[in-house]
């Protein structure tokens, strides 16, 4: 199955997402969901197109991978995660990720990857629970 990433960024009030593999893929709104719904919506519009105008990619089954910058996950999750958790998983401090989270700051790649993996982590803690 072919899969498309979709970069969502923020901007000082609004958020966008564009296919990083795909072109003709993207939309924008106010919130993350409004984000998601406008890229799909786009999909739709492209997949009409004439045959020959239609990226291969959006030719028979795909899968959509969301891919957030920093900025834009923390802020997605700020209602969720505090910086002091995310902090505590990450090793990281609160102090930089909230430079982050602002804007302030764009972390390297290795701090990405490390933000990334801390909560891959905490999401397989999270599938073992049974209650």
């Known amino acids: 199955m072919k899969k498309i990433r979709v970069i969502i960024e923020r901007s000082k009030d609004f958020f966008w997402a564009y296919g990083d593999n795909v072109d003709k893929i993207n939309g924008g709104g106010e919130t993350i969901d409004q984000v998601k719904q406008s890229v799909l919506e786009c999909i ?3 997949k009409s197109f004439d045959d020959k105008n ?3 990619a959006l030719k028979g089954e795909y899968e959509i991978i969301w891919k957030f910058d ?3 996950l923390l802020e997605y999750y700020k209602g969720i995660f505090s910086q002091t958790g995310i902090a505590r998983l990450t090793g990281i401090n609160e102090k930089q990720l909230n430079h982050y989270a602002s804007g302030l700051k764009k972390p390297r790649p290795a ?3 490390k933000i990334e993996n801390a909560l891959h982590r905490l999401a397989q803690d999270l599938l073992a629970i049974e209650l």
């Open 70 to 72: 920093v900025e834009s």
């Open 54 to 56: 239609i990226p291969a």
């Open 111 to 113: 701090q990405a990857k």
């Open 44 to 46: 739709e519009i492209v």
